[in-house]
């Protein structure tokens, strides 16, 4: 993966397919390092499963045999001396969902950027319009913020992936962005 | 500033434009966007149908989904296209192909041979 928001988009489908219907995509730029925190609220995992989701061999697919998402996600995490925390409530107990936190090194040769943010925000929305994110990308420069909740009294009975709606939602994210002074993403 | 206000219009005209829309069964275009698909390059690739098929005026009659892996990892990105009983599956895709299937395929129902599997090298 070329950039961090790819994972991120990778990670957060994997809570999608978990049946959640809401996920926090949380990005915090606390120099030196980013802090990556996915957060769903699915069905969960059993404690044996989140340490398998590391082995790129271990998969619950039955088309083929790999399972490269988690362990990508980790690897850009070490390279950089950082780390993926994976903790797990399985459904029913209350506060079922997996949690993703990566913790990666701004200084390191092996940090990669962010990169499209905005796109990985908009595919999620146009792939999983029923399910309530939650962006925020806060930064030494300002924070960048969606709740999808909010937008979702506002549209009513209009689905959120129509391309109206959609072409809105990323000019909102985009003028953020060019409001915040993304000093994090610099190094 | 762009504020929620402004998206309660868009709302309305968009509440028009779903009201005067014919449902009839119409294409899908299937973006796999699993692992595999977006190391690959899917992201902009999905981009790219949603944005044209959008501006062609085509959006009553063709649908963009998303979709897992289908077990072709080595040909990613993936499109799949399917017209009532036909399927075409168009195979190391990019955002400037896409808008070539959707210029040639979607609009005009010209299959683009080249960019298909049988067409296709690993």
Redesign the interface.
Known sequence: ?QELS?NI??IT?NGVAAGADTIFITVKEEFPARRIIIKDNGCGLPEETIEQLRDPFFTT?T??KV???VP?FEMQAEMTGGNLQITSVEAPAEGHGTTFEALLYMQSINFVPLG?MV??M??LL??SPNVDFIFTHKTQGGTVHLDMR??RE???D?PVN???????LR??LE?QYSETTLEGERL | MKSLEELARIREQTKAKIALREQEGGTRVMVGMATCGIAAGARPVLSAFVEEVNDSGIGDKVSVEQTGCIGICQYEPVVEVFDGEEKTTYVKMTADKAKRVVAEHLVKGNVVTEYTIGATKV
């Open positions: 993966m790819l988009l990778d489908m697919r088309t083929r399972g490269m998402g990508l499209d796109s990985t908009i595919t146009q792939g909010e937008v506002t549209l009513g209009v129509e391309p109206d709606i959609l072409m809105w000019s909102y003028e």
